[in-house]
């Protein structure tokens, strides 16, 4: 940043060094000045110079009461200078109020030294001891100004010129008989007072000048940790909203299908919804991932370890990007080694994101053959492994492969080729950062990964999970294989219908139209409102409903779970549910202890089935 001169048109001078200018001048108010000497050293010449002549002489005491007053001036222009310059100055008139007291300490310093310099012609009868102790008088005045004067080189140069110019002139004529031998003394006293001087002010320059980096390194250092933080405060604003308006299709999506499974008639075509409830379900919780793992890069990620089945996350995985590997002409399939237990405790946003991110990075740079999904026990835990059948990694590359946004020259070619016209793969980023996302969940989690690769035949990169033991209690029997015959025919099979009212409240009318056409095909009677007036109206007219959906955000800012409690409290013989589309543990705990559930978007038809059998009644029941 600059400013301009406002004087003789010069160019604009940095502030830094208009701050620089305006510390050397301070520095002369703040480390002392010649005012006490000026007070005391000419008392002490009268009264020596009465001793001498047995009488005070008249010019003397002048002298002495003119360095008196102008002692006062200095105290006083000390104190302006402190009030004028010693404050926040703006920037537009630092130079002008520089300029103005660089030129009146300027004239100070030559009027202060041309008083001091008086001492040797109202001296000069004198005896020749009393003349030596004036010039050491004056010497040792000179070594003071190059202590406190020499910051500023300008106000320095115009006293040191006077006094010491003076001083060395007049050598010769104060001592007659001595003063050439005097004389080079004092000039070799000069240079080292000059030499002196010049040292003080650099040292003093170059301290400010470390102290003046240190300060720009501190605060770049700030404006950049604040713009980071800014930066990921934004983004982590933009996945928020982007990953709420992402599940209010989704939430649709997948009522609509659960919608359509219940009134399919076609056995050929229970198997495509079935894939396209799964891919609903797995997209709905990559969205929730999405928002996890910001929270993981902004390092408020807080690890929830809980038992979770590898069978059902693997075939999870397998369906969701099942469609995408016949698109691209490769095979894919997942194994889970016979016999064992397959439970493991890990944090199941993180290990199903990682698990997502190999297999997509598998397919992507697969030109033919297949993948292959598995888990087996290894070194006493579970290792999951995703192998294909690509061009493999060179051993140059390998080393490189888990940084953000690299990618293989090897595999380019790969990738390239066997990207299909659809598009690429769900629900992960293309941009090279699948792989660096791996790593860093794996280091958060403390998991083991790493890969394998021969060129021309094939890669595998590996997760290696700690052993988990005794674990299959802390699962409910339900929860078994996704892959069983029974399991599959209980979730195709027509649900027994309900009996009752039920309200949906929703500002969404796709969502809400969803909703109610499911609620309708499992038996419920469904009335469907969008905001708390119309709700607020059906209570006036004596309605009471048996269960409650309401939304959490509802149009212009108005609060679902106060809607909520607000119709629950008027039909205590009714139950409800809280539908909330961002993870919120403020209002999952506010709604655990007043006794509320709490559904997250986009909600499970099962669950919600689940959840209504066991507060509605059952027809024929």
């Not at 060395?168 to 005097?182: H, I, K, S």
């Amino acid at each position: 940043m600059a400013t301009s001169s406002e004087h003789g048109g010069g160019p604009a001078e940095p502030l830094w060094k208009l701050q620089q200018r305006q510390r050397l001048l301070l520095s002369i108010a703040s480390r002392g000045s010649s005012e006490a000497a000026a007070l005391i050293i000419p008392g002490i010449v009268v009264w020596l110079q009465r001793h001498e002549t047995g009488a005070f002489q008249a010019p003397l005491l002048l002298w002495w009461l003119g360095m008196a007053f102008m002692a006062c001036v200095f105290v006083g222009l000390r104190r302006q200078l402190r009030r004028d310059l010693g404050a926040a100055v703006p920037s537009a008139e630092l130079p002008a109020r520089l300029q103005r007291w660089e030129r009146v300490m300027g004239r100070m310093a030559l009027l202060n030294a041309g008083s001091w310099a008086l001492a040797i012609p109202l001296t000069h009868g004198s005896g020749h001891e009393f003349r030596l102790f004036i010039y050491l008088v004056l010497c040792g005045v000179v070594a003071s100004a190059a202590t406190f004067l020499a910051p500023a080189a300008a106000v320095f140069k115009r006293f040191f010129g006077v006094l010491y110019g003076a001083m060395l002139l007049a050598v010769v004529w104060y001592f007659p008989n001595r003063g050439l031998y005097l004389l080079p003394l004092l000039m070799l006293y000069g240079a080292t007072i000059a030499r002196h001087a010049w040292g003080a002010r650099q040292l003093m320059l170059q301290q400010w000048a470390q102290e003046r980096d240190r300060q720009l390194l501190a605060e770049r250092y700030l404006a950049a940790k604040e713009q980071a933080e800014q930066a990921l405060e934004a983004k982590s604003r933009f996945l928020s909203a982007a990953s709420h308006d992402l599940r209010q299709p989704l939430h649709a999506l997948g009522l609509l299908v659960e919608t359509a499974r219940q009134r399919n008639a076609d056995g050929a075509l229970a198997g495509v919804l079935d894939d396209a409830q799964a891919c609903a379900q797995s997209l709905g919780t990559m969205c929730n991932d999405l928002l996890d793992l910001s929270r993981l890069e902004n390092g408020t990620w807080e690890l929830r370890a809980q038992v979770m089945d590898l069978r059902i996350l693997l075939g999870d995985a397998t369906r969701l990007f099942a469609a995408e590997a016949r698109q691209r002409g490769l095979v894919l399939r997942w194994r889970v080694a016979r016999g064992m237990d397959s439970l493991v405790r890990a944090d199941e946003a993180l290990l199903r994101q990682m698990v997502f991110n190999l297999l997509h990075n598998a397919l992507r740079y697969t030109q033919r053959g297949g993948v292959l999904l598995a888990a087996r026990v290894h070194g006493g835990g579970w290792r999951i492994e995703v192998w294909d059948t690509g061009l493999g990694i060179a051993a140059e590359d390998r080393p490189h492969v888990f940084a953000p946004h690299f990618r293989a020259r090897s595999g380019q070619a790969a990738r390239r080729a066997a990207q299909p016209a659809a598009g690429p793969l769900p629900g992960v980023s293309s941009q090279g950062l699948g792989l660096a996302v791996v790593a860093a969940a794996a280091r958060r989690m403390g998991v083991e990964h790493g890969l394998l690769s021969t060129p021309g035949r094939g890669s595998c990169f590996w997760l290696q999970l700690p052993s988990s033991l005794n674990v299959q209690a802390a699962l409910p029997q339900s929860e078994g294989s996704s892959e069983g015959p029974q399991a599959q025919a209980q979730a195709q099979a027509r649900p027994p219908l309900l009996q009752g009212r039920c309200w949906v409240v929703d500002d969404d009318a796709q969502v809400a139209r969803a909703l109610a056409g499911l609620l309708r095909d499992w038996g419920l009677q469904v009335d469907v409102a969008a905001t708390g007036r119309e709700v607020a109206d059906w209570l006036a007219a004596g309605q009471h409903p048996d269960f409650v959906l309401c939304d959490h955000h509802l149009a212009q800012g108005e609060n679902g779970f106060a809607l909520l409690q607000n119709v629950l409290a008027q039909a205590p013989q009714a139950a409800g549910a809280l539908l909330s589309g961002e993870p919120s543990p403020a209002l999952e705990q506010e709604a655990q202890e007043l006794g509320y559930l709490l559904l997250r978007k986009p909600v499970d038809p099962l669950a919600l089935l689940a959840l209504l059998q066991r507060r509605l009644a059952v027809a024929g029941a």
